[in-house]
């Protein structure tokens, strides 16, 4: 994993970045970001853009899950905690919603994409 210190609206941020086969995964500020060229090619998505799916940014073992079913959540609040390529990763909510699916336990490997939490839609 390197590490590389860029400059985003002014702002200095560190960046960890790291080559997996034919994809460039990025992590900035504890958010997960991949690159893919053949998925680009292929005209898929780099990445879910639904704020009530959360998938798996890359392959990892779940270390922590933060909530259950039923749960209510809040923008930005930590599900899963996750570990990959040597590095910790949080995932949180990018919405205030409830906690309908969660497909993980500690100590399960996943894979690329894979929905580790579902959300309802809206605010709850």
């Given at each position: ?13 560190t ?30 998505s780099?990445?879910s853009t639904?704020p ?14 933060s ?6 959540v809040?923008e930005n609040q ?5 570990e990959?390529m040597?590095?910790?990763y ?12 969660l497909?993980?336990n500690?100590?399960?490997q ?8 579902e ?6």
């Amino acid at each position: 994993m390197k590490k590389l210190s860029i400059e985003v609206d002014g702002k200095m941020r560190t960046a960890f970045v790291e080559k997996v086969g034919d994809q460039l995964w990025a992590q900035i500020e504890g958010r997960s970001f991949n690159y893919s060229p053949s998925r680009r090619k292929s005209g898929q998505s780099e990445a879910s853009t639904d704020p009530t799916k959360i998938l798996s940014p890359m392959p990892g073992k779940i270390t922590k899950v933060s909530v259950a079913v039923g749960d209510s959540v809040e923008e930005n609040q930590a599900l899963i905690v996750m570990e990959a390529m040597k590095m910790e990763y949080t995932l949180s909510s990018q919405i205030n919603s409830e906690v309908v699916k969660l497909n993980v336990n500690v100590g399960d490997q996943v894979e690329l994409g894979a929905l580790l939490v579902e959300l309802g839609v809206g605010d709850v």
